[in-house]
Each structure stands twice: as structure tokens, then as C-alpha cells.
């Protein structure tokens, strides 16, 4: 039984919150007061403030679900576990920025103020119950990843990426909030998720020409955030511009809160319309899935590779959205995830470690990496394989469930394609690897020959963040079962 309590702060249900804004605080006054030069605290404060987080939410598992604030947050089970996600995105990809920093000379407070505010906002998100909470959270988000992918100032390429996803970003809010604004009248000035449901009832209005209007405007805004086709066109190039640790957090943060988001609004404003907005989500899962597998294949770079690859990532993931099957489809989405934010953060760790040694990240500059540090070229590997459903990877695992929960509830063509593109994904994975596995001499590239490996200390963040992945989407499919498990139990 959910109670509303009506305490202008309900400190247990919002403590993982509240110790990352702790930590925030307590970065800016280490910043003014102490040596800027001794970064160690920065990255020892943010990563402490997310592991207390990830520990308090955990403690929480098992409590009754609350609305607080008024009813501007709801705390359950589900928005925990993608609280829980995104926890574990941030606390994954500081330790790959620590060596970037330091190469690049950016300014270290700002950078994990930006990362934590945006955890923070994603955070939110996953919990808001009400129109103005969903915007704020979701512009909290937004805007920390726009600044984060403009952060390298001198890099022209970076330049371009803010400029790309600033305007684009900002068309798709105000394309959200349009359709939002549609919610609010047509519900009779209700702003609560559900009482916007009650309220279409009452005013007869859920089956009018302006639910229409807000089922495609809500659609556009949040397929922006998830990069579906067709509203994908700023993710090749903010891939490719901005640092690659942010593309490696960014990659899998706008996901998880996007999806997040997805499954409540559309499950419980639009339960009167789930047709036509199951028919939207297919046509562009599909679209998703054709165009990001096919034009992978035809890149030159390895970010801009994987920006298509996660384009049809996102296509597969859909395929748990739509399914009748809420439960089990639910389910697979939440586990898929999970392994994807190991398969996707392991890959981006290589490729950060390979760009700091080389200077670039031309797919064909990887040649015989092998020959030079088997580490990284096998960890590479590994994870390649893993996003391309390989067995007995995890993710062969989590594409198995995903797909099969769809079959289960009826998206037969949904699936059918799915298969048939994950099996052409192989593809271009198949042909990095067999770059990296290259020995003959001729065929290496000078930036390979030229490879030296670093001992420095923060080379050891990234390979600890890299390790843990490479174990995640190589081991995790042992245990899928109780992975289902609890993702299934985030839904009763």
C-alpha cells in the first residue's frame, strides 16, 4: 500500500541522493581550500560517495514503496534497481577519466562535478512521479553531458560534438515539454503521473486528437535521448568529438534513465494508446536495428563504430518494451542492461587506454595490437564478442533471454530481425579482432609499433574498471538465473 508522507524530507528513501550531493558539496570546498594539485581526494571522495550510495540503495531493497515530496518522487523496487544502474555506470567510469586528465590537462573538480550532478539527475528521473520533476531531472542530465562532451576546449572535434548535441538536445526538450504541456490540459491540470491517467478518464479526453499529438511529441523527445532511428543523427558525431571516457559514460547513463522513464510513462499514461505507441517503438526498434548494424560495418573509426553499434543495441532492447509480456519482458530489458553496461564500458576502456598511448582511434591503427599488450587486445576481445552474442559470453545470455521473452509475446518479426542483425553485428566485431590478432609485421601500423605500456599509477584505475567488466560480460551468464530472478522480482 503506497502512503503519501507529506515531510518536506523523507531522509531514508532519498539517502543515496542525498550522500552524492554530500559529496558534491564536499568537493567544492576541498577545491577552494586545499592544493588542486593533489587530485587523489577528488577521485577518492566522488568513488566513496557512489559506493556509499550503491550500498545505502541495496539496504533498501526490501522496503514498502512511498511517494514523497509531495508526490513528486516514488520509491519501489523498479526505479531502484535502474538507480541502481546508473550508480554503477558513474562509479565504472571515473576510473577511466583518471590517465585521460591527466594527459589532457582538464580541470579534474569540474569534470566529477558534472559526472556525480548528472548521476544525481538521472537518479531523479528514475524516481519522479510528476511532469515538473521528470523535465527538471531529465534537463539535470542533459545539460552535464552536453558540458561533459564539449569539455576538451581545444579540440575542434569536441567543439563540433557540443554544438551538434546542444541544439539537437535542446530542439527534443522543448519537443518533450510540448508534449508534456499537452498531458497537463488534456488530464485537467493534473501533474501526477497516475491522476494525469485518472484525470484523461474523467475529462474523456485519452482517446482525443491531442493525446495523439502528446503520445508523438513525448515519443520524439525521449527516442532523442535512447538515439533511435530516426532521431539518432547527433550520436556518430558526439561519439567521435567528445573525450572518450564521457562517450563511455554517456553511452550507457542516457539509457538507463531514458528507459527508466519510457517504461513508466508510456505503461501508465499511454496504457489507453498501447497500440499505437507499441507500433512506434517497433517501427523504430526495426529502423534501429538495420541502419546502426548496417553503417557500423562501414566505419573507419572505432567510436563512430560503436555509436552505431549502440544504436542497434537499443533496437534489441525495445524488444522487451513491447512485448505483451510486461513482466518477463521488463525483466530481460533490466537484465540486458546490466550486462550491457559491463560489455560497453569494457570495450570503451580499451579503446581510452589504446587513444592515450596512440593518439588516435582509426579502426585500422589496431593492428597487432596483440603482438604489443595482450592484455588490452584480449580484453578487447572479450568484450567485442560479448556485445555481439557470442556463447558462452554474457551476452549471448542476455540476447538469449531478451529475444526469447519477445517471441514469447508475440513480436515475432521484432525478433526474427534481431537475430538476423545481431548475427550481421558479428560481423564487424569479428574484423576488429582479427586486426588485434594480426603478426605479420607489414601489416602493423606504426602507432602500434611505436605502442609503449605505461606504469604509471592511473593506468591501474582504468585497467581496474576494465578488469571488472571483462569478468562481468565473460562470467555473468552463469548466473543469469538469479539475475532474472531479482529483476523479476523489481516488478510484483
Not at 505483451?324 to 533490466?334: E, F, L, M, R, T
Not at 581510452?352 to 599488450?373: E, H, P
Not at 601500423?445 to 605502442?451: D, G, K, M, R
Amino acid at each position: 500500500m503506497k502512503e503519501y508522507h507529506l515531510l518536506l524530507f523523507y531522509g531514508s528513501s532519498i539517502f543515496p541522493e542525498c550522500i552524492l550531493i554530500f559529496g558534491l558539496f564536499l568537493l567544492l570546498v576541498i577545491d577552494v581550500i586545499f592544493d588542486k594539485k593533489k587530485t587523489t581526494w577528488f577521485y577518492f571522495i566522488s568513488l566513496t560517495s557512489l559506493v556509499l550510495s550503491i550500498a545505502f540503495l541495496l539496504f533498501q531493497w526490501r522496503e514498502e514503496p512511498t511517494i514523497i515530496f509531495f508526490g513528486n518522487l516514488q520509491t519501489n523496487n523498479f526505479n531502484k534497481v535502474f538507480r541502481f544502474l546508473i550508480l554503477l555506470c558513474s562509479t565504472l567510469c571515473i576510473p577511466l577519466s583518471v590517465e585521460y586528465i591527466q594527459c589532457t590537462e582538464m580541470a579534474v573538480t569540474e569534470f566529477l562535478l558534472f559526472i556525480l550532478t548528472a548521476t544525481l539527475g538521472g537518479m531523479f528521473l528514475c524516481g519522479a512521479n510528476d511532469l515538473t520533476t521528470i523535465f527538471v531531472s531529465l534537463e539535470c542530465l542533459s545539460l552535464c553531458s552536453y558540458l561533459l562532451s564539449g569539455y576538451t576546449k581545444r579540440d575542434i572535434r569536441s567543439n563540433e560534438a557540443i554544438m551538434k548535441y546542444l541544439l539537437m538536445g535542446g530542439t527534443s526538450s522543448s519537443i518533450l515539454a510540448y508534449g508534456l504541456s499537452w498531458l497537463y490540459g488534456l488530464s485537467g491540470g493534473e501533474i501526477e503521473i497516475q491522476e494525469i491517467a485518472n484525470g484523461l478518464i474523467n475529462t474523456q479526453m485519452y482517446n482525443s486528437p491531442g493525446i495523439w499529438i502528446a503520445l508523438l511529441s513525448v515519443t520524439v523527445g525521449i527516442a532523442f535521448k535512447l538515439s533511435l532511428v530516426p532521431f539518432h543523427q547527433w550520436t556518430p558525431d558526439v561519439y567521435e568529438g567528445s573525450p572518450t571516457p564521457v562517450v563511455a559514460f554517456i553511452s550507457v547513463i542516457s539509457k538507463v534513465a531514458a528507459l527508466a522513464l519510457v517504461t513508466r510513462i508510456f505503461d501508465i499514461i499511454f496504457y489507453f494508446s498501447l497500440n499505437e505507441w507499441h507500433l512506434l517503438l517497433e517501427v523504430s526498434a526495426i529502423l534501429s536495428m538495420i541502419l546502426g548494424n548496417l553503417i557500423a560495418i562501414t566505419q573507419t573509426s572505432i567510436k563512430r563504430m560503436l555509436a552505431y553499434s549502440s544504436i542497434g543495441q537499443i533496437g534489441y532492447i525495445l524488444i522487451g518494451i513491447i512485448g505483451k509480456d510486461s513482466i518477463n519482458g521488463y525483466a530481460s530489458v533490466i537484465t540486458y542492461m546490466l550486462l550491457y553496461i559491463f560489455m560497453n564500458l569494457g570495450t570503451f576502456a580499451c579503446i581510452v587506454l589504446f587513444s592515450l598511448r596512440t593518439g588516435t582511434d582509426n579502426i585500422r591503427d589496431y593492428a597487432g595490437l596483440y603482438m604489443k599488450d595482450p592484455f588490452s587486445a584480449l580484453s578487447l576481445s572479450l568484450c567485442l564478442l560479448s556485445l555481439g552474442g557470442i556463447p558462452p559470453l554474457a551476452g549471448f545470455f542476455g540476447k538469449l533471454y531478451l529475444f526469447w521473452c519477445g517471441w514469447q509475446a508475440g513480436s515475432y518479426l521484432l525478433v526474427s530481425i534481431g537475430l538476423f542483425m545481431s548475427a550481421i553485428s558479428i560481423y564487424y566485431y569479428l574484423k576488429i579482432i582479427k586486426l588485434l590478432m594480426t603478426e605479420r609485421n607489414k601489416e602493423i601500423t606504426p602507432y602500434v609499433q611505436n605502442y609503449r605500456l605505461s606504469s604509471s599509477t592511473s593506468k591501474n584505475y582504468i585497467e581496474f574498471s576494465m578488469i571488472i567488466c571483462v569478468i562481468a560480460s565473460t562470467l555473468l551468464g552463469i548466473i543469469m538465473n538469479p539475475i532474472v530472478a531479482i529483476a523479476q522480482d523489481t516488478l510484483f
